[in-house]
C-alpha cells in the first residue's frame, strides 16, 4: 500500500490569496481564557475549547480543509464536519474532536476541530532515511548517525548533561531529508511522526486518501512518502 503526507494547501488556486486562510478568531473572542485556542497544546485535552469563531479571511476560499494560525497546524486539522466520518471509519490514532464555527464574509459554518497528540515514530525506517543536524535557516550544520529509533532519542537526549556536539541537539533540529515508513508494521490509515517537525504533515493511507477524493474534499496537498525531500541550505 501507498502512504502520504497529507498538508494543508499552500497554492491560491486552491486556498485563494491568504494564507493560512483564518489568522484570526471572531471579535471579542477571549484569547486569555482557559478554554482558548491559545491553551491548546500537543497533549490530550482535558477541556473543551471554545472554537466559535475562526474568522475566514475574505481573500481565502472557504475550502473543506482549513488553514489556522492558531491553534498549531500539526496537532489540530479545521475540517467540514461532514469530513468527520472519514477518521470514524478508518483505523486512525488517537484523537479528540471539538465543535467549531467559521465565519465567511458574514455566514457562519460548522466545522469540527480535530486534535492529535501521539505519535508513531516506531514505524518510521529510520535505516533507510537520512537525517541532519539542521541549524538557523535551515542552514545544513553536518549529517546525524541515526539508524534507529534509539539513535534519535540518543541525539535528543544527554543523560549525563554533558556538552557534547553528537547530544542533546534540540530535536526540532533533527531533519529527515528523506523518509521511509516500516509499512509491513503499519496498521493505521493516518498517524503523525516526529512531533517538533512541522514540515511533515500527516501520514495516510491508500485508503484515507480515497475517502478523501471520494468525497471531493477541498484545501490539501498530498506528498507521495517515497518522493518527500526536505528543503535546506548548504
Known sequence: MSYYILKKALSPEKIG???PQSNEMSGGYPYNASNSVWQIR???LSFKPNL????LNGQSKRTDIISVISPDSKHNILIKTDLVKIWKNLNVCDYQIFPATVIYRRKKFDYSLIHFYTYQDQLIDFSKTDFFHLGFGRKKIKELAINSYEDFIKHTVNPENIPNPDYAIMAKDICPINLALKEDKIALDFFLILKD????GYIISERFKDALLQENTTGFDLIKIDDYQSEFTI
Open 197 to 200: 517537525q512541522y514540515d511533515i
Open 17 to 19: 490569496k491568504h494564507y
Open 52 to 55: 466559535d469563531a475562526f474568522i
Open 42 to 44: 500537543n497533549e490530550k
